[in-house]
């Protein structure tokens, strides 16, 4: 088994930044890709970034040039630094980890409220 806990959420002005983390413990050998994922009140749950153990990055278009996805496999700890957000940023950010199987994991997910 595999447990995600994220941290780093909270209350932050239009322009601002955050960063969230997400420690890993458990079966981490398992780990394969690891990403953020975030859903906004009303709206289905979105990927906002993804990171592979080559490391290869994926974004979300809207996200592009503002987040940055990074891991430290030493750490077994993800981040996203999050820059220039903007209220439709507001959201429950989820870490998730996809094991070498194909099984994912998920975090309980920390609030990002983001103020105009």
């Known amino acids: 088994q595999l447990q995600l806990v994220e941290s780093g959420g909270g209350l932050v002005q239009a322009g601002g930044s955050l960063r969230l983390s997400c420690a890993a413990s458990?079966?981490?050998?398992?780990?394969?890709?690891m990403g953020w994922y975030r859903q906004a009140p009303g709206k289905q749950r979105e990927l906002v970034a993804l990171?592979?153990?080559?490391?290869?990055?994926t974004y979300a278009d809207s996200v592009k040039g503002r987040f940055t996805i990074s891991r430290n496999n030493d750490k077994n700890m993800v981040y996203l630094q999050m820059n220039n957000l903007k209220p439709e940023n507001t959201a429950v950010y989820y870490c998730?980890?996809?094991?070498?199987?194909?099984?994912?994991?998920w975090g309980e997910g920390t609030l990002v409220t983001v103020s105009s």
């Open positions: 998730n980890a996809v094991s070498y199987g194909f099984k994912n994991y």
């Open positions: 458990g079966s981490i050998f398992s780990i394969s890709d």
């Open positions: 990171i592979t153990s080559g490391p290869n990055t």
